[in-house]
T-cell receptor
Framework: DVKVTQSSRYLVKRTGEKVFLECVQD?????MFWYRQDPGLGLRLIYF???????EKGDIPEGYSVSREKKERFSLILESASTNQTSMYLC???????????FGPGTRLTVT | SQQGEEDPQALSIQEGENATMNCSYK?????LQWYRQNSGRGLVHLIL?????REKHSGRLRVTLDTSKKSSSLLITASRAADTASYFC????????????FGTGTRLKVLA
């Protein structure tokens, strides 16, 4: 079975801190995604990556950056955390042949 | 803005009843997918239906797609308490990419 893991389930950071959210998948998928999920807004795409060192902005990239140095790992970076970035962050990888996305368990980030 | 909009936002039914939820979208698609999310967890892929298909079944799930109305429905038959979850539709909003757009979800509660 595909496994997508995220570095933390819960995270509390202070305003202005640099925050790293790590995601690792074990199925050699080319495509990986970062979403944030907020009540009433559903999932919104922040960034996605279709290959190592390749990335593309999603719908809400402002305040975020990403890094994909290895195929299995996709990192989301909050350069200077703000309270409006308090959210659930979900990572996913995609199997090309089926278009099916596999999600990690999520990281609930609170910025105080 | 969200491509997919689910309806209703919330649904409460008795165990053994059928649950129907709907998804509307705005632009042409290659395929539409349904996902389930148990409380506070990542999403799990349920079923994919391609734009040239009208109906698809998987176990107790039945999905229909009407491309002329830009809508899809997910039917869960003989519901169980374990079906309690949020359900999301996802569409490939830009043809030829893996940039999926998720709706805001339907919260289903199945009462035992």
């Amino acid at each position: 079975d595909v496994k997508v893991t995220q570095s933390s389930r819960y995270l509390v950071k202070r305003t202005g801190e640099k925050v790293f959210l790590e995601c690792v998948q074990d199925m050699d998928h080319e495509n990986m995604f970062w979403y944030r999920q907020d009540p009433g807004l559903g999932l919104r795409l922040i960034y996605f990556s279709y290959d190592v060192k390749m990335k593309e902005k999603g719908d809400i990239p402002e305040g975020y950056s990403v890094s994909r140095e290895k195929k299995e790992r996709f990192s989301l970076i909050l350069e200077s955390a703000s309270t409006n970035q308090t959210s659930m962050y979900l990572c996913a990888s995609l199997r090309d042949s089926s278009y099916e996305q596999y999600f990690g368990p999520g990281t609930r980030l609170t910025v105080t | 803005s969200q491509q997919g909009e689910e309806d209703p936002q919330a649904l409460s039914i008795q165990e053994g009843e059928n649950a129907t939820m709907n998804c509307s979208y705005k632009t042409s698609i290659n395929n539409l997918q349904w996902y389930r999310q148990n409380s506070g967890r990542g999403l799990v892929h349920l079923i994919l239906i391609r734009s040239n298909e009208r109906e698809k079944h998987s176990g107790r799930l039945r999905v229909t797609l009407d491309t002329s109305k830009k809508s899809s429905s997910l039917l869960i038959t003989a519901s169980r308490a374990a079906d309690t979850a949020s359900y999301f539709c996802a569409t490939d909003g830009a043809l030829g990419t893996y940039k999926y757009i998720f709706g805001t979800g339907t919260r289903l509660k199945v009462l035992a």
